[in-house]
Every structure is written in C-alpha cells, then in structure tokens.
C-alpha cells in the first residue's frame, strides 16, 4: 500500500483518536486512560495501534509498568496536546456555557466529522459547495453542522433568502479550529524530519517590496540546505497578508512589521529600514543643495495602496501640506515603480533595504530621515510552535539582516 503523505495521514486520523493517545502519553498508563476517556483497554490499545499504522511510526514504549512515549512519541504528542488546548481555547471565545471547564468536556465530544463540516462550510460559503468539497450528501453534512451546534450550545448558523450562512461568532470559530487541527499535520512532518527522510513544505507570505526583496534574498541558501523542501510563497497586499496569515494560508510573513499588532499576530523586528524619497538617476532635485518638503510638491508620486504603512508614510509626510503633490499612481508593485521611475520625474517613498537591493538607475534624494522608521521583519501568529524547518528560515532570516549594511537590532539574549 502506498504510503499517503503528511496531510493525508492527518486527515486519516479521528480526534477520538488522538484524544485517547493525547490521555495515554500524559498519563504513562492505557488503564488510566481508559478510566479518563470511559472506554476499555483492549478499546484504547486497538486504538492506538491504529493510529501507529496510520502515522507509519511506534510512538509509545509499552511496559509492565506502564506506556511511555519515545522520541518521536514526544513529538507528536505535543501536537496532540496543543490541537485540544487550541479547541478549548476556541469554545471558551466563543463563549459556550459554562466557561473553561465545559470548554474541556465540549472538546472531547466534538468529532473531526463536525469540526472538517463546519471548516468546509466556512471555506466554500454554502452548504452545497461544502458537501461537494467533501464528498459527502448535503443531509449528511446538514446533520454533523446540527450535531456541532449542539455539542456547542450555541447558534453558528442562521438562515437567509440566499440559504444557510455561518454567524460571523462561527465564522471565527471555524478559522480558529482549522488552525488547531494543522497541528497535527505539522507533527507528522517533524516525525519525518527527526528520521532524516521528510519532503515538507513550507508556505511563507512576502509583503510587497521588502518583504519580497528579503525572501529572494534568503531562498537560495535555504533550498541548498533543504534540498527536499517544497517552498510556497504568496504576495498580496498587507492587510489581505495578513488574513492569509489567521487563516493559516501561510506559516509567517515577511515585510514591513506593523506598528500595532493585534492581540493574535506576534511581530520579531530584525532591523530598522527608515524610509527615503527615491527618484531616478539624474533626476533635477538631484542637483539642488538643500532640498525641503515644498520642493516635492512640484512632482508626481507613486504611492502605496490605502491601508499600506507605505502610503501611511506618504500621508504623514504632507500631513503639513495645503495641497499634497500628485498622485496619479497608487500600487505596490516595485517592478512597476521601477519602471515608473526610470522614465519619468516621478518620486517614491522606499525603505533604505529596498533601495540598497536595486541598481544603479534609481537614487536617494537627501531629505534626511523620515520618521518613525519602520522594521522589516517577520509576523507570526501569536503562540504558533513552528517546525524545524520553519526555525531554519527564519534563522536565515536572522543572520542575513545581521550582515547587511542595514542598522540591525539589538536582540535580546534568550
């Protein structure tokens, strides 16, 4: 039989499963947690069996006195664990009755059935799309949605002219137990890696222009070091970045750190980037002396889209202004403002990373330095346990900021 891959054999695993493996490896005993989950013994050693098949690996040590995990037995219970600490955690936002420790029995009820239902419900936008995404009749996914609602004692759909739609409370819900239920996958590819033979893959967001310039500048060294590591990168704009990020579309993003970050999002600034007013290569303000903000106003801008700290920049620049110059070109794109620029007066706002990655062509004009000065770094979401090869990037990350010509930060021992 040919062996699935990691999200297959994830997939393929139940939450009874894991909850019964998740019992065994904190209590060392299948006795005890046959008493914990209310099944038998022969029921939670048949179980766990399975669930070694599925994985492809023996996780647990048995014992006269007892089932202790192994190494890789380690590993992948702390995925398991952290899957059920996720739910918990979602149930307690969502504020089912009773609080935390309702959150703890509402958790071991919940079947993977009903969380892939709801999760597929909120992917797809219908009910009927969901099915189809799963393979399933639309009364069977019907009946696990009303099953979830009544696990969880509280509404997470209601009923339109267009059909059934998910409450926005649901909505939130089932982003948050799609991110739970990763981590399963996760710990199966670091079972792989622990036995030197994974092929995993790795989804990074870069952020329009350094995020990107950062990226391209580390990829090379980390494909050479992980040569079976299959690399995703996705580019968007910050604000829609960032919802790919709570999705879990992506592992981490790269780029402009935010100034504030949501209580969800955990931001690892690794150097200051001031932006500096770019132009083209014989530009005529380059042939001025003292240049001030009134000698900008006299050209056109490319500036960043709305929501951009790029345009937030822009904003506070001439916030002191009548009459900010023109702006005719909003866009993100660095190949079309390079492109822009080269062939016209247009300005630009660009970081000091940016511009020391581009070629001769383009030109700071001296302002002096822009305040506040922004960090280029890495966004993650808050308490994310990342794989090893996830460490590995960023570590890249990491020492490449630090032999730039960039200012770089100060970084905590620890």
Same mark, same amino acid.
């Given at each position: ?30 006795? =005890? ?78 079947? =993977? ?62 982003? =948050? ?149 023109k702006t005719s070109i909003a866009t993100c794109s660095l190949p079309v403002i390079r492109h822009l620029l080269a062939r016209s ?34 966004t993650m979401r808050a308490g994310w346990l990342p794989t090893r090869l996830h460490l590995d990037f960023i570590e890249l990350l ?17």
């Amino acid at each position: 039989m040919t062996k699935m891959d990691p999200q297959g054999r994830a997939e393929s695993l139940s939450f009874r499963q894991l909850k019964l493996f998740e019992s065994v490896g904190r209590l060392n005993s299948v006795r =005890k947690a046959s008493e914990e989950c209310n099944l038998s013994q022969p029921a939670v050693t048949q179980s766990l069996a399975k669930l070694e098949q599925q994985i492809g690996v023996t996780l647990l040590d048995r014992r006269a006195s007892g089932s202790y995990l192994n190494e890789l037995g380690e590993i992948f219970h702390r995925r398991a664990a952290r899957l059920f600490a996720q739910i918990e955690s979602a149930l307690v936002d969502l504020g089912v009755p009773g609080g935390p420790a309702a959150a703890t029995v509402i958790a071991r009820r919940i079947s =993977k059935s009903q969380a892939r239902s709801l999760i597929a419900i909120v992917e797809t936008g219908s009910f009927a799309q969901a099915a189809e995404s799963l393979g399933l009749s639309q009364a069977s996914l019907q009946r696990a949605a009303r099953d979830l609602e009544v696990n969880l004692r509280k509404p997470l759909y209601y009923r339109t002219a267009a059909g059934v739609m998910v409450t926005p409370a649901g909505v939130e819900f089932g982003r =948050k137990i799609r991110l739970a239920t990763q981590e399963i996958e996760w710990g199966i590819r670091e079972i792989e890696a622990a036995q030197g033979s994974f092929h995993s893959q790795i989804a990074i967001g870069a952020m329009p222009f350094g995020g990107s310039v950062l990226l391209a500048s580390v990829l090379d060294d980390f494909v050479s070091a992980h040569p079976r590591a299959d690399v995703k990168i996705v580019n968007e704009s910050a604000p829609e970045m960032l919802k790919s990020l709570r999705a879990g579309a992506v592992d981490f993003v790269i780029g402009l750190v935010q100034e504030t970050t949501a209580d969800d999002l955990t931001n690892e600034a690794l150097a200051k980037t001031p932006y500096t007013v770019v132009c083209r290569r014989g530009h005529p303000l380059l042939r001025k002396g003292k240049i001030g903000i009134e000698d900008l106003l006299d050209y056109d801008w490319a500036v960043g889209t709305p929501g951009s700290s790029r345009r937030a920049c822009f904003e506070r620049l001439f916030a002191g202004t009548p009459n900010g110059p023109k702006t005719s070109i909003a866009t993100c794109s660095l190949p079309v403002i390079r492109h822009l620029l080269a062939r016209s007066d247009r300005l630009t706002l660009m970081t000091t990373y940016e511009l020391m990655h581009e070629d001769d062509t383009l030109a700071a004009i001296p302002l002096g330095q822009i305040e506040p000065a922004p960090s280029i770094g890495v966004t993650m979401r808050a308490g994310w346990l990342p794989t090893r090869l996830h460490l590995d990037f960023i570590e890249l990350l990491r020492k490449h900021m630090t032999e730039t010509t960039v200012r770089p930060l100060i970084r905590k021992a620890g």
